[in-house]
């Protein structure tokens, strides 16, 4: 695939973490990645340090989506352009995806209640089901 866009929340961010590796320890491999990760706040982000390594790569990018954060003043300035607060909504979903390169294959990993909400989004967005999995 020329793009993926992974969404995750809470451990459902684990079975990305192989896919990003592959991704990244091979230098042929030109995909593009957007990764979205919802936690509840700055502190419950897991893997903090492996996500910004990631995150340096220039076919990587990182969202980070805190539910229950209030403001994103008091983060890390390093985080404050890629964070959201509030929830993964459909309008935001539809912003991600406009901001893809190319149409994206979708890998959904999360609550059922995640990954029910994430696959109506991206029905409403235009993406077709064939186009995404659900881990």
């Known amino acids: 695939h020329g793009e993926l866009l992974m969404l995750a929340s809470g451990t459902g961010l684990a079975p ?8 990244t320890d091979d ?12 936690f509840r706040t700055f502190d419950k982000i897991y893997l903090k340090p492996l996500l910004q390594d990631l995150a340096r790569y ?14 994103l003043e008091k983060l890390p300035w390093s985080y404050q352009e890629t964070t959201y607060t ?9 912003t991600i995806i406009n901001s893809c390169r190319r149409r994206p294959f979708v ?17 409403a967005a235009g993406i077709e089901e064939n186009s995404c999995f659900v881990f």
């Open 107 to 123: 890998l959904i990993c999360g609550s059922s209640a995640f990954n029910e909400d994430m696959s109506r989004y991206l029905k």
């Open 58 to 71: 220039w076919n990587i990018r990182i969202f980070y989506i805190l539910s229950q954060e209030t403001s």
């Open 16 to 23: 990305m973490l192989p896919i990003l590796q592959s991704i």
């Open 27 to 38: 230098e042929e491999d030109e995909t593009f990645v957007t990764l979205v990760v919802c």
């Open 86 to 94: 509030g929830r993964l909504n459909e309008d935001l979903m539809k």
